[in-house]
């Protein structure tokens, strides 16, 4: 079984100057062991799809598809199990890696 599976992912924002589809259609398994990178140019839905997979995108913004960590879906999991689930079984590194992460450790 795939470590992640992302599915038909589609993430679309609500903002006040109306709905911003950012992500339509994504697709990706991530086996053991295996590392994938996504690569394209700003603005094209990279950082969407990383916080698509933890729920972390802003109250009000749309996602459908799904995310599975294992067999268990994120996105319509309970509130108790993705607390458990985020930074044990899934973790996002923010960008400026000297302040998310410490230096002296190895
Ligand atoms: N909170 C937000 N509200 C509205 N639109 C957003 C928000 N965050 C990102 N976007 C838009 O979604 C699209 C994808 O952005 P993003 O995922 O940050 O791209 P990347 O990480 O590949 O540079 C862009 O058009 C961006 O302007
Ligand atoms: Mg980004």
Not at 16 to 28: K, L
Not at 83 to 100: L, P, S
């Amino acid at each position: 079984m795939s470590v992640l599976s992302v599915r038909d992912l589609h993430v679309t924002y609500s903002t006040q100057g109306g709905r911003v589809p950012a992500v339509r259609g994504v697709n990706f398994e991530l086996e053991r062991g295996e590392v994938l990178g996504l690569a394209g140019e700003s603005g094209c839905g990279k950082s969407t799809i990383a916080h698509a997979v933890l729920r972390l995108l802003p109250p009000g913004t749309e996602t459908s598809g799904s995310v599975l960590l294992g067999d268990d879906d994120v996105l319509s999991m309970r509130a108790g199990r993705l607390r458990a689930v985020r930074w044990t079984e899934g973790a996002i590194v923010f960008q400026g890696a000297m302040h998310a992460l410490n230096p002296v450790r190895k």
